[in-house]
């Protein structure tokens, strides 16, 4: 018999997130052959021989955790305003002025310091929201980085066209044309979105928000997304400074605002929805509109009023959930372990409840939630027969999760700090027993700084 390419056997549990949400316990297995995984086993009998096999005696293996919104260059400019900023409105004109200033250098190596962040906190797939372009060709640069790095990417092409001239938030000259904008759509759609299920690299159209983005630039993003089979991205309902804007000048809610242009498909998934009504979390069910829930976004510059994000509400409502890094302007963080954990704990604050989100859950909306959201279903966020082997282990048995017999996912987000032990992207390894395959830490870290410095002396 042919040898598999990878096996990984002996792991103390397998949470493989499938339908049944099956956990795998006593010697688990799980083998893998041109990328996707072949066969799942537990126990000595019927394991494949195999060219590489990896030990994961005392390990949890998991899906490769999937971030479902993030913006990669806002590490630049991580921590800076701790506790200066109240409210968005304020929050984009801090940032702004330093953001118009980005280049291809600083966009590269933010990328790669991004992918490595999330890759060391069990991720393996990456979405990056980009709504603001300085140059031409950024997503190139950012598609170029993400498959060097060797982690999946939902790239998300990002707009401002509503200058403030015409009521905008943003800078004078930062919002683009919005026939550039349909162009570039068009472009990159041609040239990098891969529909197949073991895809690397996907498109979806991503308008920043109502207060930077024309009305045209969503319905004419909705209609091109239809054309091509791509999907559809934004911010919306995130904040009071928003709410307010988008009444003045609209007459209605954010969410109804959006309905309204035709974003209510089964294509979008929404970041934040913090402040949805009853009635517009049965529509955004009824339409089949995901959510990427971003909790430390929703509370660290001193918490939204109303926060953070319902997530028990929606899911009730039968509303699909994933999970988000946000920027590292506004988590500061890009770990999506600690995401998945925050995202269990304020479920838990806002309701007064442990049934409000048990570890499973969360591990379930960092999976599976965010693969559905960003359309990947059933090709990743789970170990099963045919899915990717996108694959994470987490040691657990280090001094913090000494005590820990029984529930392995329970210890692994309600205890850490957790880092990931390995892990692989389509079966090739992202994170070798602790460390970035092939990466030089100290010398990313030191050039990602030269472009901060430089970025942050734009600083007002
Ligand atoms: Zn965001």
């Not at 293996?61 to 479902?68: A, D, R």
């Not at 913006?71 to 968005?88: A, C, D, E």
């Not at 041609?190 to 928000?209: F, Y």
């Not at 957790?418 to 602790?434: D, F, H, I, T, Y």
Request: glycine share 10%; hydrophobic share 40%.
């Amino acid at each position: 018999m042919n040898k598999v390419d990878l096996l990984i056997t002996n792991a103390k549990s397998i949470a493989t997130m499938n339908d049944s949400r099956e956990v795998i316990l006593d010697n688990g297995w799980l083998a893998v052959q041109d990328g996707l995984i072949v066969q799942i086993g537990t126990g000595s009998t019927g394991q494949p021989e195999a060219i590489t096999v990896v030990d994961a005696t005392g390990c949890l293996l998991t899906p490769g955790l999937v971030n479902s919104h993030q913006h990669l260059y806002q590490n630049l400019t991580r921590s800076m305003k701790p506790n200066g900023v109240t409210g968005l409105t304020e929050w984009f004109w801090t940032y702004f002025p330093m953001w118009k200033e980005l280049d291809e250098e600083a966009i590269r190596t933010s990328v790669r310091l991004g992918l490595f962040e999330l890759a060391l906190s069990g991720c393996t797939t990456a979405t990056d929201h980009e709504y603001i372009h300085p140059f031409p060709y950024l997503m190139d640069a950012v598609i170029e980085e993400a498959a060097e790095v060797g982690m999946r990417l939902m790239a998300v092409r990002g707009s401002m066209t509503l200058g403030p001239e015409l009521g905008g938030v943003c800078l004078p000259g930062m919002a683009e044309d919005e026939e550039d904008v349909i162009s570039d759509s068009i472009r990159l759609i041609k040239k990098w979105h891969d529909p197949k299920p073991s895809a690397m690299v996907q498109i979806a159209l991503g308008p920043s928000n109502l207060m930077s983005s024309t009305k045209t630039v969503f319905t004419r993003s909705a209609e091109i997304a239809k054309e091509y089979g791509v999907r559809l991205h934004t911010h919306i309902a995130d904040d009071p400074d928003e709410t307010e804007y988008v009444l003045e000048h609209f007459g209605k809610t954010p969410l109804e605002v959006l309905e309204s242009l035709g974003w209510f498909t089964e294509a979008t998934w929404c970041a934040h929805v913090v402040y949805p009504s009853e009635a517009e979390m049965q529509r955004l069910a009824a339409a089949g509109v995901s959510v990427a829930h971003c909790p430390s976004a929703t509370v660290i510059d001193g918490g939204l009023p109303g926060g953070p994000t319902p997530v028990r509400d929606l899911l009730n409502a039968g509303v699909n959930v994933g999970i988000g890094c946000d920027g590292a302007t506004a988590g500061d963080h890009q770990s999506m372990w600690m995401e998945t954990k925050t995202a269990l704990l304020l479920s838990r604050l806002r309701e007064g409840t442990v049934q409000a989100m048990t570890a499973m859950d969360a591990l379930w909306l960092a999976t599976r939630g965010s693969a559905k959201a960003i359309g990947r279903e059933g090709n990743i966020g789970q170990l099963s027969i045919g899915a990717n082997a996108d694959i994470a282990i987490w040691k657990m048995d280090g001094i913090q999760y000494a005590g820990s017999l029984v529930d392995d996912v329970t210890a692994l987000l309600q205890g850490g700090p957790a880092q990931v032990w390995s892990s692989w992207v389509g079966g090739a390894p992202l994170v070798r027993e602790g460390k970035l395959v092939g990466i030089n830490v100290e010398e990313e870290v030191s050039r990602h700084t030269k472009s901060a410095r430089r970025l942050q002396s734009f600083s007002q």
